[in-house]
């Protein structure tokens, strides 16, 4: 079954307390990004990569680290976690190129709720 | 820069009826997709809907349909005949380009209520 996997679900933590939760895709997706969801913010995105070893900054990357070693694995890093970070994580992937619908359909991971205390 | 604008924070309806969720953008791209995704209690990100801005013809998907005016810069979405499980958050979004990289940009989004 192809799908986006997230780990763990669901997290409570201190403040400062590294932390990394892991995103995995069985697509072969080049492109994979994270997202932070806040009520009333909508998503947002925190960084994406567009391949191994190329990653990128998106809107709120301050206070959060990403690797891509390999291609199916994202995963996202907070050194030192503060209550700001306590949000609803979602990775997401999806094929590189343009065209149609299904090409560019993004694959959302099941979502990480973070609480940091 | 991208913006995605949803001005209905919550909507009702009564089930069988249809309704229409707003979504304005603004970009200075000029090729871009646009995205409509539900988002039930459960919290997953379920895709609905996709319109290009060079397609002719506005997109429709079942019971859904995007109600798409470029020159307004608008692409709302139209559910028909309103079912219980219809309710759910629902979120617009874009990408600036059919080729880029760069990921969605999401509107706040609208929480859908269908009534028996």
């Known amino acids: 079954e192809a799908q986006v996997t997230q780990n763990p679900r669901y997290l409570i933590t201190v403040t400062g307390k590294k932390l990394t939760v892991t995103c995995s895709q069985n697509?072969?997706?080049?492109?994979m990004s994270w997202y932070r969801q806040d009520p009333g913010l909508g998503l947002r995105q925190i960084y994406y990569s567009m391949n191994v070893e190329v990653t990128d900054k998106g809107d709120v990357p301050e206070g959060y680290k990403v690797s891509r070693k390999e291609k199916r694995n994202f995963p996202l890093i907070l050194e030192s976690p503060s209550p700001n970070q306590t949000s609803l994580y979602f990775c997401?992937?999806?094929?590189?190129?343009?065209?149609?619908?299904?090409?560019?359909?993004?694959?959302f991971g099941p979502g990480t709720r973070l609480t940091v205390l | 820069a991208q913006k995605i604008t949803q001005t209905q924070p919550g909507m009702f309806v009564q089930e069988k009826e249809a309704v229409t969720l707003d979504c304005t953008y603004d970009?200075?791209?000029?090729?871009?997709?646009l995205f409509w995704y539900k988002q039930p209690s459960s919290g997953e990100m379920i895709f609905l809907i996709y319109?290009?801005?060079?397609?002719?013809q506005n997109a429709t998907e079942g019971r859904y349909s995007l109600n798409f005016q470029k020159a307004r810069k608008s692409a709302n979405l139209v559910i028909s005949a309103s079912q219980l499980g219809d309710s759910a958050m629902y979120f617009c979004a874009m990408r600036p380009s059919y080729s880029s990289a760069r990921q969605l940009t999401f509107g706040s989004g609208t929480q859908l209520t269908v009534l028996p």
């Open positions: 697509m072969n997706h080049e492109y």
């Open positions: 997401a992937s999806r094929m590189a190129g343009g065209g149609r619908r299904g090409v560019n359909e993004q694959f």
């Open positions: 970009t200075s791209d000029p090729s871009y997709g």
């Open positions: 319109q290009g801005s060079y397609d002719q």
